[in-house]
């Protein structure tokens, strides 16, 4: 069974950064693609981030280009996204999700919290 | 981007009756290897998403029979034969034919009337 549990989630202040990570398990890691995608309070999803299985390509929203980082450890199955530059726009409940052939699998989601 | 437009946006549904949500994409969805990348996720009060449905029309496992997704080019469907209790929550297409980005509809909330 794939399960994908995030991490990391929290309050930030403006400007402030953070770690996310995501456990995966259940499946060949480094053979799918991952995505971040989250969702604001009350509000739709979006996609945030994209990278493939041996983190060669690496695709990012605008709104998070030159801020977000995603990177993944296929030894540790891990999946990470590094925050840099919080605004309160960036509040949202953040998933991973496990691409198979398209965005599949959905973690649990953790909540990012930008706020002074 | 490509712009994702579902309607309606509220769907109040009787019990066992049917139910159809529609989304529009402002270009083709198709692929030139053949393939129309288009995706329905369900999402359930306090859950995560769940895919449903991709490539228009194929079920993902466990999903039950009475869901289906039709549609090409640009217009898409996603029907429930008999609504049941447990189907209340938001209904997101998604396409990932042309990306990045990746780009969702506003979602659609289905309700029992």
């Known amino acids: 069974e794939v399960q994908l549990v995030e991490s990391g989630g929290g309050l930030v202040q403006p400007g402030g950064s953070l770690r996310l990570s995501c456990a995966a398990s259940?499946?060949?890691?480094?053979?799918?693609?991952m995505h971040w995608v989250r969702q604001g309070p009350g509000k739709g999803l979006t996609w945030v981030s994209r990278?493939?299985?041996?983190?060669?390509?690496?695709t990012y929203a605008d709104s998070v280009k030159g801020r977000f980082t995603i990177s993944r450890d296929n030894a540790k199955s891990t999946l990470y996204l590094e925050m840099n530059s919080l605004r309160g726009e960036d509040t949202a409940v953040y998933y991973c999700?496990?691409?198979?052939?398209?965005?599949?699998?959905w973690g649990q989601g953790t909540l990012v919290t930008v706020s002074s | 981007d490509v712009v994702m437009t579902q309607s309606p946006l509220s769907l109040p549904v009787t019990l066992g009756q049917p139910a159809s949500i529609s989304c529009r994409s402002s270009q083709s969805l198709a692929h030139r290897n053949g393939n129309t990348y288009l995706n329905w996720f369900q999402q359930r009060p306090g859950q995560s998403p769940r895919r449903l449905i991709y490539q228009v029309s194929n079920r993902d496992s466990g999903v039950p029979d009475r869901f289906s997704g039709s549609g090409s080019g640009t217009d898409f469907t996603l029907k429930i034969s008999r609504v049941e209790a447990e189907d209340v929550g938001v209904y997101y297409c998604m396409q990932s034919t042309h990306w990045p980005p990746y780009t969702f509809g506003q979602g659609t909330k289905l309700e029992i009337k």
């Open positions: 990278i493939d299985g041996d983190a060669t390509s690496l």
């Open positions: 999700v496990r691409d198979n052939g398209a965005p599949e699998n």
């Open positions: 259940g499946f060949t890691f480094n053979r799918h693609p």
